[in-house]
């Protein structure tokens, strides 16, 4: 058996706890994080897309995190996906009834999610907006991003964070619409088409 010398840092082997995922898969996922939306709810709309790295390869264990608020702007205080009974402490879930406004979606192994939410009402002088967290491999930290729906031109042109990007970067922020109430948003993390991250201070 081969002795390491732990006395000098260059000589000891990183260990999981040095690196960089892909470790989301095991805790963090829940049944149903993309059901955001009761089902049969008249303004539920579904948002999916794909998590892609720097060289454009999809990544099979990202994770992607949604708030938004519900159709009136508001957002809601509902519990959500992590109501346990309170008598066994079991995993309950969403109650299927009310709109919580958060998910959690893992990617599947073609780097692709989907979520069923609600249509986001304004908020201010923003144009309607999904919340975005990303969680992937080689990231030290996750990054935030927006998801704008297109068809009101004029609140996206009023949008305060659009109209302070050139427009080839403010097009990485508004989904495509695949029409029947879906949308396509891809998370580009590097590279060509590079999808605009956000810093909060």
């Known amino acids: 058996m081969t002795k390491i010398d732990t006395s000098r840092p260059e000589s000891v082997l990183p260990t999981p706890?040095?690196?960089?995922?892909?470790?989301?898969?095991?805790?963090?996922?829940?049944?149903?994080?993309?059901?955001?939306?009761?089902?049969g709810h008249p303004d539920t709309i579904t948002v999916q897309?794909?998590?892609?790295?720097?060289?454009?390869?999809?990544?099979?264990?990202?994770?992607?995190?949604?708030?938004?608020?519900?159709?009136?702007?508001?957002?809601?205080?509902?519990?959500?996906?992590?109501?346990?009974?309170?008598?066994?402490?079991?995993?309950?879930?969403?109650?299927?009834v009310q709109f919580t406004g958060w998910g959690r979606?893992?990617?599947?192994?073609?780097?692709?999610?989907?979520?069923?939410?609600l249509r986001p009402g304004a908020r201010g002088?923003?144009?309607?907006?999904?919340?975005?967290?990303?969680?992937?491999?080689?990231?030290?930290?996750?990054?935030?991003?927006?998801?704008?729906?297109p068809g009101d031109r004029a609140a996206l042109a009023a949008d305060p964070l659009l109209a302070g990007l050139a427009e080839e970067r403010r097009d990485t922020l508004i989904a495509q619409d695949g029409g029947d109430g879906t949308y396509r948003f891809d998370i580009r993390l590097q590279g060509e088409g590079e999808t605009v991250f956000l810093e909060f201070r």
């Open 17 to 39: 706890s040095h690196t960089v995922g892909p470790f989301y898969g095991y805790a963090l996922p829940f049944p149903g994080g993309g059901d955001i939306a009761p089902v």
């Open 49 to 96: 897309g794909y998590v892609y790295d720097g060289e454009g390869n999809p990544l099979p264990d990202a994770l992607v995190e949604l708030w938004g608020p519900g159709p009136d702007g508001r957002v809601p205080t509902t519990d959500g996906s992590m109501r346990r009974d309170p008598s066994t402490g079991g995993h309950l879930g969403r109650n299927g």
């Open 105 to 117: 979606i893992q990617t599947d192994a073609d780097g692709h999610w989907y979520a069923r939410t």
């Open 125 to 149: 002088r923003s144009a309607p907006y999904l919340s975005v967290c990303v969680f992937a491999r080689g990231l030290l930290v996750h990054l935030f991003t927006r998801i704008y729906l």
